[in-house]
């Protein structure tokens, strides 16, 4: 929704689930995807999102329009970061490829660089820079140790896979009531697998070894008495 003067700006091929909330002066880059019941809400300052970036469920974006000293503190989060399910991060700066986990929360003036990690359920205080390929958890955060070069591929990889979890998200939400229906319809028909409905179909459906039985076990295929 639009507040003041501002409108968010969302990529035509982002994600926005139904029930999130995108407020204000909000941009919300190319396959990136905010989750349901989300609210990015930039009412005072700016919240910028790259492109393939994930905000996952529940999470909160909000801004601040100045700091004690008076620095304007908007929102900016890079491309391909991965932020976990119940976040918050106020007036803080994330790039690109960085991850923040389940959880954590992120106050004024925090700075994650690219490839550093911020752990489930940390609390990072105001004006805390963490550097790059460091992991950060804790209440407050501090350093606990480098990424490895695999957690650094994975990443990668969350930010991608939930992109493309996005697209099926997207297509499923797009349906209207009556194809909703009919694939309902379509699953319990199809639900059926005994052999005379299959037979009817021509369907041929193939029996996992592990499945088959020996013949003296299965009582219809017991031998009959001559």
Not at 116 to 127: E, P, S
Request: proline share 4%; aromatic share 6%.
């Amino acid at each position: 929704m639009n507040v003041f003067d501002k409108a968010p700006i969302v990529d035509r091929d982002a994600f926005v689930a139904p029930s999130a909330s995108v407020i204000g002066d909000v941009q919300v880059g190319r396959s990136s995807s905010i989750w349901y019941g989300c609210v990015l809400r930039g009412d005072v300052n700016s919240i910028s999102i790259g492109s393939g970036t994930n905000i996952q469920d529940n999470s909160l974006v909000h801004v601040a329009k100045s700091n004690l000293s008076g620095k304007v503190l908007p929102t900016i989060i890079g491309s391909n970061v991965t932020v976990g399910h119940s976040a918050v991060l106020h007036g803080c700066t994330v790039e690109d490829e960085a991850f923040v986990g389940m959880g954590a929360t992120l106050l004024d003036g925090v700075y994650v660089e690219k490839h550093a990690m911020v752990a489930a359920g940390a609390l990072v205080r105001q004006n805390t820079r963490i550097p790059c390929g460091e992991v950060w958890g804790g209440n407050p955060a501090k350093f606990l140790r480098k990424l490895t070069e695999e957690e650094m591929t994975f990443i990668s990889q969350s930010a991608l896979n939930y992109t493309n979890l996005a697209q099926v998200h997207a297509a499923e939400n797009a349906k209207s009531f009556d194809e909703i229906e009919l694939e309902t319809m379509l699953r319990k028909k199809f639900a059926r697998r005994d052999e005379e409905y299959d037979s009817m179909l021509g369907v041929v459906r193939e029996t996992p070894p592990e499945l088959i039985l020996p013949d003296n076990i299965i009582p219809d295929k017991a031998p009959k008495a001559a």
